[in-house]
């Protein structure tokens, strides 16, 4: 869920759909009966097919071939982790129902279904437009640039709470960088038993780390800018006296 702060711009369900197929090392496949949990054992192609690979004598192939055609017979399941530790961090998950087809050595997954659950909810996704869309230009990118952020220049991340309206900030304890797409900068703000979400939009889309750095730069000159009081910088005073 948001914090008071307004929301803008956000990549679209179905390339956010991709960038969590595009990035997730692991998934959980269900299948006759049973559910198995698969790490770096899956490819995906340019329109979002999913490739697993199995050993042949795998419970999972030996099902893929006996499994009727063109019925569902399997659920993938992706789900999208934050790479900074924070309270809730699984961000997304991505459902994809199907069945396989033994095909040069793998498992080719043909989706029936696509299903997207978010902090805003769950949509279905058009398979059309699941197939057409695109990752985020920055989501292989995404883990190492917010540990970078998080790690080495907390300072930053402090910085930019003066983008924060004041509300938002209230009764926080920790605030940390949450996500970042081509749209903008998104920060995760918690308190003792809740959290909230805070969305820092870019002047710009940006298609690479290069226009990233600028963008976030940006972002840096208007929170040094900015007269607004750094709520959970006071806070933290009052609870060290």
Avoid: K, N
């Amino acid at each position: 869920m948001g914090d008071s702060q307004d929301w803008t711009a956000v990549p679209g369900t179905a390339e956010r759909a991709r960038s969590v197929l595009a990035t997730t090392w692991s998934c959980a496949v269900t299948a006759d009966g049973y559910r198995e949990e698969l790490v770096g054992a899956h490819t995906v192609t340019e329109d979002g097919q999913v490739l697993l690979h199995v050993p042949d004598d795998s419970s999972l192939a030996t099902a893929a071939i006996c499994a009727p055609r063109q019925e569902p017979s399997a659920v993938l399941e992706f789900a999208d982790v934050a790479p900074v530790p924070v309270r809730g961090r699984i961000r997304a998950r991505l459902w994809l129902a199907g069945w396989f087809t033994p095909v040069d050595g793998h498992l080719a997954f043909t989706a029936t279904r696509a299903v997207l659950r978010q902090s805003s909810g769950t949509a279905v996704i058009g398979l059309d437009e699941f197939a057409a869309a695109a990752p985020d230009p920055l989501a292989r990118a995404e883990a190492r640039l917010l540990t970078h952020l998080a790690d080495s220049h907390p300072d930053a991340v402090e910085r930019l709470t003066r983008l924060v309206e004041p509300q938002s900030l209230h009764a926080a304890t920790r605030v940390r960088p949450l996500a970042v797409d081509r749209h903008g900068l998104t920060l995760r703000i918690e308190r003792t038993r809740t959290h909230g979400d805070v969305r820092l939009p870019f002047h710009a889309p940006a298609d690479d780390v290069a226009q990233l750095t600028e963008r976030m730069h940006v972002l840096l000159t208007q929170a040094s800018a900015s007269s607004c009081p750094r709520a959970l910088q006071r806070q933290r005073a009052d609870r060290d006296r």
